[in-house]
């Protein structure tokens, strides 16, 4: 009876502490982040891991030029894209990869693969690249203590994605399509049901007015949209659209309304927009 108790006990103490071992939490030396942004319309999500120089010299010592690295720390580095984007004048279709490096003194090599199940480098095989490019590294006057990965030079399709650490930066063009989709959806949901919406004629309307497209008729939708649910930023959407089209006049009228409902709705910052706006058709 006591030998059959024996194991019974150390099976308890032993999960016992097993337990007790799993609460205790430590801070990570690399710390895990996740950043995504909006390019266009596709959300783009990196996943990794943030290492620290730590009076350590990284490039070319603790991270040797030549060597296929993870990108960060631990598990590789991963991007994913919810629509097709286009790299460095190639398509890449929607879906998450590892985000690999080659750092080099005055050139890297950026690759993805689509093996994403890998702790680093470990086992990476250039069998599984989709992508690889160079680059030039810029040197920073500033040192960069953590690792950083983020998005910068946003437009309306398209973002750099920057890597920055120690006195080093690198970045690389992701652009989106954009107009084609717009279009379509303005197409059919403007155009096709020949909508009365007064939101859905003011969006059409911004939009070929941002794009440079048919004024003629984003000056028919913006005055059909002001006539039925007048607002101050459609009424302001009108006056520049006026003022492209060399409707002066008619532009001071439309800016000076909305400037009135704006100061109404108290809001400065459209009646700033409509003083400047005025003032330049002066």
């Known amino acids: 009876m006591r030998k059959s108790i024996i194991p019974i006990l150390l099976f308890t103490l032993l999960s016992f502490s097993f337990g007790f071992a799993q609460q205790i939490q430590m801070p990570q030396a690399s710390p895990s982040a996740k950043i995504s942004q909006k390019v266009g319309l596709t959300d783009v999500t990196v996943d990794y891991s943030r290492p620290s120089t730590k009076g350590r010299k990284i490039f ?50 950026v690759v993805l693969s689509k093996n994403t199940q890998l702790w ?27 690792f950083e990965i983020s998005f910068n030079n946003m437009t309306d399709n398209g973002a750099d994605l920057s890597m920055k650490w120690e006195n080093t930066r690198v970045d690389f063009r992701i652009t989106t399509e954009v107009d084609p ?11 096709d049901t020949k909508t009365k ?56 009228t439309s800016a000076k309304e909305s400037m009135k409902m704006a100061e109404e709705a108290k809001n400065p910052d459209y009646v700033g927009l409509n003083e400047r706006l005025i003032k330049s058709l002066d």
């Open 197 to 252: 919406d007064p939101s859905l004629l003011y969006a059409a309307s911004s939009y070929y007015f941002t794009n440079n497209k048919d004024l003629d008729q984003a000056y028919e939708w913006i005055s059909e949209s002001v006539s039925s649910d007048p607002k101050y930023w459609t009424m302001h959407l009108k006056a520049k659209i006026e003022a492209k089209l060399g409707k002066k006049e008619a532009a001071k």
């Open 181 to 191: 989709i717009v279009m379509a959806q303005i197409k059919e949901n403007v155009i």
């Open 120 to 146: 680093g480098a470990i086992g990476y095989s250039p069998e599984d690249d989709i992508l690889r490019f160079d680059v030039t590294p810029n040197k920073l006057s500033r040192k960069y203590e953590t």
């Open 60 to 109: 070319g010592e603790l991270v040797p030029f030549g060597q296929v690295w993870r990108t960060g720390a631990n598990s590789a580095t991963t991007v994913e894209f919810s629509t097709e984007v286009n790299i460095q004048g190639n398509s890449i279709p929607k879906g998450k990869y590892a985000l690999y490096s080659i750092p080099g003194k005055n050139k890297w090599t």
